[in-house]
Each structure stands twice: as structure tokens, then as C-alpha cells.
């Protein structure tokens, strides 16, 4: 089954030079055509998915806006290439004639919002999502075009190939446009570390992947562990082990559960590997640290 979607359009004045070419699969629709805009020329579009317009010659002579209310005449230049949310209508108009070709891409939301996440990170992919987006294109941004158009109008590969350079696609033609705020600090906020103690302590201590951590404050897995690092000084998974050990110390000092159980409580695989997590860390092993603090505490 193809991408499902709803698309509205209307035009005045724009006339299509060579028949639409399209090619439809689960996550997605590509359609490419060659078209030619009067002076005056004009139109509206709206779609229930998000959709990227990648154009191949000048377009500044046409403006665009949001919105059906707003005349576009009074809108802003159409760049090279335009990110549109889901349910967000956009108008044209042609302040001069000329003939363009043009590139149409259509997602499933949720795909394109998992394939981002795992680069950008959840808060940027929301700020993506939540905004129209202009941008003047790249190099790249014209050969993965011309290859898209290729397998659209003569498709030599499946579906995932054709969803992957689609994917290619938009991370280069929206590139300039990802926030980078967090990577130029390159350290996480105080936010976002108390976020991280407050998801391991609800954890009860147990461990979390590299990929929950990251979700959990909205970045990307490979740039997390570097700004993590730059923030803390250690690894992910030293800064757990640390705290996991912390935690052991505690249920040591504090209750009667013995070795083993503290083990299996802080999700340990066996007592012999916490045992030897916690001497690399402490210097003792579980058993000797114990009584060595509860000797001092009787003194």
C-alpha cells in the first residue's frame, strides 16, 4: 500500500510543460514535472503529511506565504528549497512568467520524524516539525534531486533505496536550517544532567542504553556521548557505573540485604560481576568495604 495522505492545490495561471512523473511507496511520494507560471500567476496548496519542494531553477521572481487569508503577493521569495509541516496551507504568486522544473516529496510523519530523531535528536526534529522552512539548496541537494527524479521516472531499484536517497535528501536541503545551539556549547545544560539522574534514580538504578539517555534530553546518540563527556568528564557508562556504584554503598551502609541481592536490585548479572565492578570503582569488594564501614561507625 502506498503513503495514505489528503492534498489540496489550486492554481491559476500555471500550466504543466511535460507530464507529472510519480512513484508512490509505504513512506513516502516523490513527483517531479516541468511547469510554466504567467505573471500573476498563483495558487494554494495544503497537504495532511509533511512535504519537501526542491526547485531546479531560480524562483525568486515567485512569492510565497502561509495561509490562504494572506495574499502572497506580499509574501516572501521562494528559495531553492522549502520544508512544509503537515496541515500548514502555503500561496504563490508569480510576479513574472518562466518555466521551472520541480521536485514534490511527501512523507509519512511518523516515519520522517524516527528517521530525524536518530541524527537531530527529538527537541530539533519538534522544532523541524513545527515551522515552515526555506532554505537556497547545495550541490548536493541538486544531484540527490536528479537522482530522485531518476527512480521516479525510471525506477532501477526498490523501495528502500528510493526511501533512502529521499531520506539524504532532506537532511542536506535542511541542513542549514538545524538548530546548533546545543553543539556549539557542546556541553549539556543543567536541565538536561538533572533529567538524566532523575531517569537513572527512577530506573532504581539499573542501566540505561546510550540511545535512552540521549532521547531523554533530545539529542542524538553520537553527539550525546561527546557534549556528555565534555560536561561530565566521563563516559556514559562510567558516570552509571559510578552512580550505580553509589547506590550500592548505600543499600550496604543502610540496610540488611545481602551482597547478592544488592547485586540483583541494581540489575547486576551475577554477584561475581558486581564484586568486580564495584573493587575497579571502590578498591574493595562489596563484603570487605561493608564491614569496614560499619567498624567505623561502631568507633
Known sequence: MGLLQNFEGRTEGIEKTVPPRWRCCARMLGIH????????????????????????????FVRISEGYEISARHGFPLPMVLFVPAGVPIS????????????????????????????????????????????????????????????????????????????????AALAPAFPMQKRRSGRLTGHQMRKLERGFDQRGGQRMSIAEMAQLVGLSESWF????????????????????I??????????????????????????????????DVVGHTPASWRRLVLYRLEE
Open 33 to 60: 514535472w516541468r511547469a510554466k507560471g504567467q505573471p500573476g500567476a498563483n495558487g494554494s496548496y495544503w497537504s495532511d503529511v509533511p512535504r519537501l519542494m526542491v526547485f531546479l531553477d531560480d524562483m525568486s
Open 92 to 171: 504563490s504568486y508569480f510576479d513574472a512568467g518562466s518555466e521551472f522544473m520541480h521536485l514534490d516529496l511527501h512523507f509519512d510523519a511518523a516515519w520522517l520524524r524516527q528517521f530525524l530523531t536518530s541524527s537531530l535528536g527529538e527537541h530539533a526534529v519538534d522544532d523541524i516539525f513545527g515551522r515552515t522552512i526555506g532554505t537556497e539548496g547545495s550541490a548536493q541537494v541538486e544531484a540527490l534531486a536528479h537522482l530522485l527524479m531518476e527512480e521516479i521516472s525510471e525506477p532501477a531499484h526498490d523501495d528502500l533505496y528510493f526511501e533512502s536517497l529521499a531520506g539524504a535528501m532532506v537532511m
Open 225 to 244: 556521548s561527546h557534549v556528555f563527556k565534555s560536561t561530565t568528564g566521563m563516559t556514559p557508562v562510567r558516570w552509571q557505573k559510578d552512580r550505580r
Open 246 to 279: 553509589g547506590n550500592a554503598q548505600m543499600l550496604l551502609r543502610e540496610s540488611d540485604l545481602s551482597v547478592a541481592e544488592v547485586a540483583a536490585r541494581l540489575g547486576f548479572s551475577d554477584q561475581s560481576h558486581f564484586t568486580k565492578v564495584f573493587r
